[in-house]
């Protein structure tokens, strides 16, 4: 079946710096994928949509200045969260599907981000 | 409104028990849907897809009602393993959308 591997699992960092997060299909190729959010006991909220070859499409509210979205080929997508502070401290988790149904979407193993 | 809505939970049921989970969706152009498990600090994974003539897998069975925009899910004979949030996901045109959540615990 479909895997996405993302990394890294968790990462701590300072504030004000950036980290990036990397979502790969491992075996399909993804024309799209979807970045998500989860705060504690709160449900998935969907940052943006990357699709390949062109700019990321960002949902009302989220600051496309400070969380870079890059998927410059089928199977990559980055996201960076440029000068994070406490509050970006959250599970980011990505998505993919590989174009061919809606038959539900494949997730990333999600990467818990702590900025102290 | 929410666009997706579900049973706030949290459910705590014992061994054995039958438990059902409800949710409702606004967006009556919705094309498909589905039920997630996640685990504590784990990603979701899917469970399964919701049909509208129904389907059962084990012991899950996923209903739709389109026509009342609502979704549900049985799980019978619950076991300890069991023990998740279970989230309602709705697709529309690619985008999908999440239900908060609901917590089930099952008891020994």
């Known amino acids: 079946g479909a895997v996405v591997s993302q990394h890294p699992s968790w990462v701590i960092c300072k504030s004000g710096t950036s980290v990036k997060i990397e979502c790969r299909s491992l075996?399909?190729?993804?024309?799209?994928m979807f970045w998500y959010r989860q705060f504690p006991k709160q449900s998935l909220m969907l940052m943006a949509t990357?699709?390949?070859?062109?700019?990321?499409?960002?949902e009302q509210g989220v600051e496309k200045d400070k969380f870079l979205i890059n998927h410059a080929s089928l199977t990559l997508s980055t996201l960076t969260v440029t000068s994070a502070h406490p509050e970006d401290s959250s599970f980011y988790i990505c998505?993919?599907?590989?174009?061919?149904?809606?038959?539900?979407?494949?997730f990333g193993s999600g990467t818990r981000l702590t900025v102290v | 409104r929410k666009e997706v809505e579900q049973d706030p939970g949290p459910f705590n049921v014992p061994e054995g028990a039958t438990v059902a989970f409800n949710c409702t969706y606004s967006?009556?152009?919705?094309?498909?849907f589905f039920w997630y498990r996640q685990d504590c600090r784990k990603e979701p994974k899917l469970l399964m897809s919701?049909?509208?003539s129904g389907n059962e897998d084990g012991r899950f069975t996923a209903q739709l009602n389109r026509a009342s925009q609502y979704i549900s899910l049985l799980i019978r004979d619950s076991k300890l393993s069991d023990s998740a949030t279970y989230l309602c996901?709705?697709?529309?045109?690619?985008?999908?959308?999440f239900g908060a959540g609901t917590r089930l615990t099952v008891k020994p």
């Open positions: 996901v709705v697709n529309f045109n690619n985008d999908m959308r």
């Open positions: 998505s993919a599907r590989s174009g061919v149904s809606n038959y539900g979407y494949t």
């Open positions: 919701v049909y509208s």
């Open positions: 967006n009556s152009a919705s094309q498909s």
């Open positions: 990357s699709n390949e070859g062109s700019k990321a499409t960002y």
């Open positions: 075996d399909f190729q993804a024309t799209t």
